[in-house]
């Protein structure tokens, strides 16, 4: 029998067992991938042993496929016990580690990545956030990497997540810095659950810090601007960053997620300056209108009417949240209509993001989990580190309704999930997902349905044909209903995905197809005549 990929009736066969394959199945220690995460623990409790750390999936030596960079926490006295590390594709899902070879240093303890060419030299260079000083790890075009600080006066601060964007429409990447909370070793308090054991603090017993704006001068430099875009003006507790045009006026805006606290929708006035509307937009607290322990967070047009919705991973007993976007930037809690509260309520999720894991042509929803308090049945059972849980995998019905299918969906691994990375790291045409595990191994889900459905991927460049247009739109033209998507590296949990964009064909069959790409800046142009199955390169005429 064949699958077919028509939502209702692949999760009907996949229940009754027609499918020989479940969706996604585990290949991290087949393909190389060798890596153990330390968070560090020693019975202090310390909070940042149950934060985790991200992943990063990009091509680091422009040979056309994924290459993986895993985050290292480590001791919280010496930093890293051991390094991050860097693995090489070699094609046929098969990795090498190049961390040496490369010369990645990494002296704080990590948190996590994001990547962009920051120089406009063609090579993808990372930024490493961490629990102290972050880096910028410069990619030298010959393998290897220059390990710099990054501006004048940075500061040691506990960053989080981070995004490249070009918020000023230079043609040079800036970088937004999540900044979580005031906290060190000396300054650790002693916390304790509804039972008065000794358990992991709430981030609400310290004090939230504002985030940080670095702007990009021209040559690659990085300053920071945070005072004089309006940035510094406000704090939070920020563990997710997306970046994404919410109001349609051609001028990227940043949302950041923040644990426990309000979050913030800095929309972008053109001159330099950012103003924090997530209140009047409806995007600061949920439909009740309560703040959230929000984690993970991701921006995409799950329903097809041309702008960004958000969404975002949440502590257990308060669910997942999805803003859907009214059209001008003003949003709508339906988390519960859609199907997506009750089956999260039971879950604290990380990394997530819209993806079309099937190629039906509707985005679905990953979420990576794992608690931040202790599990009262897994201390009872002896758990060294009582937090696992299982991911989930939620299916887009085609309506916009999403059903939980992460029982037949091959996630059946229960850790203590946090960073998620995607990308299709086989160049098969659909997506996969690197999650990284906090004090555990590495997962690497590789996708098993893109020969069930056709496809088309697309790498947008900018007009040098150097590097990925960040922030640029893609738009698959189709007589029923266009698909659009934004070129991005951001959202996540501390990790960064694959900046090229796939777009799953379902039942279409047609031979070419065209599409029309506005980058940053208002410039459009269409393509015609591109045959699917395969990826294409564009680039401004």
Known sequence: MVCVMHRAILVSLVLLGACSKPPFSEHAASAGLDFQHVNGMAGELYLAEIMGSGVGVFDYDNDGDLDVYLVQGGSFDAGPDRPDRLFRNDGGLRFTDVTVAAGIEAAAYGMGVTCGDVDNDGDTDLFRTSLGFNTLLRNNGDGTFTTETVAAGDEPRWSVSAAFVDYDLDGWLDLYVGNYVDFSVATNKPCRSSTSARDYCSPLVYDPQPDRLLRNDGTGRLFDASEQSGIFRATGSALGVSVGDFDSDGLPDIYVANDGMPNLLWRNSGNGAFRNIADIAGVAVNMDGRPEASMGVDSGDFDGDGDEDLFMTHLNRESNTLYVNEGSGYFDDRSVSLGLAGASLNYTGFGT?????????????????????????????????????????????????????????????????????????????????????????????????????????????????????????????????????????????????????????????????????????????????????????????
């Open 353 to 541: 993001a819209w993806f079309d894991y099937d190629n039906d042509g509707d985005l679905d929803l990953f979420s990576a989990n794992g608690a931040v308090t202790k599990i009262q049945a897994l201390i009872d059972a002896g758990d060294p580190f009582p937090l696992h849980q299982r991911n989930q995998l939620f299916a887009n019905d085609g309506t916009g309704n999403y059903l939980e299918v992460s029982a037949e969906s091959g996630l059946q691994l229960s850790e203590v999930s946090r960073g998620a990375a995607f990308g299709d790291l086989d160049n098969d045409g659909d997506p996969d997902i690197v999650v990284a595990n906090n004090n555990g191994p590495v997962r690497l889900l590789r996708n098993n349905t893109g020969h069930r459905s056709d496809w088309i991927g697309f790498r947008v460049l900018t007009a040098d044909g150097l590097r990925d247009a960040l922030g640029a739109r893609v738009r698959l033209l189709r007589d029923n209903k266009p698909l659009v998507a934004r070129i991005g590296t951001d959202g996540s949990y501390a990790s960064c995905n694959d900046a090229r964009v796939v777009f799953g064909l379902g039942d279409e069959t047609e031979d070419s197809f065209a599409v029309e790409v506005a980058w940053p800046g208002g410039v459009a142009h269409r393509f015609d005549n591109l045959a699917p199955n395969r990826y294409h390169e564009l680039v401004p005429p």
